[in-house]
């Protein structure tokens, strides 16, 4: 079992930063790699970063240069810093981690709302 919360989401104007943060709880040792995702009104849930246990990480396309996935590996506390926001990058922002049970991802947050004004 595995419990996940995130914070850090706010309204920001268009070339702001925001930094987000999931604490984890829970069985901790049972987890592979953490996530971001993020979902806007009307459009399916999307990948933004993850990072896998060993701290390997990856960025969607459109977010490289600007986003960066890292994580505290004795609390798993993963960060998201966002830099040079965007209008589309306004969404629902989830953290979610894979425990190895078949699904890439298993366990999420409940998500945390991020606002980018133009």
């Known amino acids: 079992q595995v419990q996940l919360v995130e914070s850090g989401g706010g309204l920001v104007q268009a070339g702001g930063s925001l930094r987000l943060s999931c604490a984890a709880s829970?069985?901790?040792?049972?987890?592979?790699?953490m996530g971001w995702f993020r979902q806007a009104p009307g459009k399916e849930r999307e990948f933004v970063a993850k990072i896998t246990r060993s701290g390997d990480t990856d960025v969607r396309d459109d977010a490289k240069g600007r986003f960066t996935v890292s994580r505290d590996r004795a609390s798993y506390t993963m960060y998201l810093q966002m830099n040079s926001l965007r209008p589309e990058d306004t969404a629902v922002y989830y953290c979610a981690a894979d425990t190895g049970t078949g699904l890439e991802f298993d366990y999420w947050g409940q998500g945390t709302q991020v606002t980018v004004s133009s």
């Open positions: 829970g069985r901790l040792f049972s987890i592979f790699n």
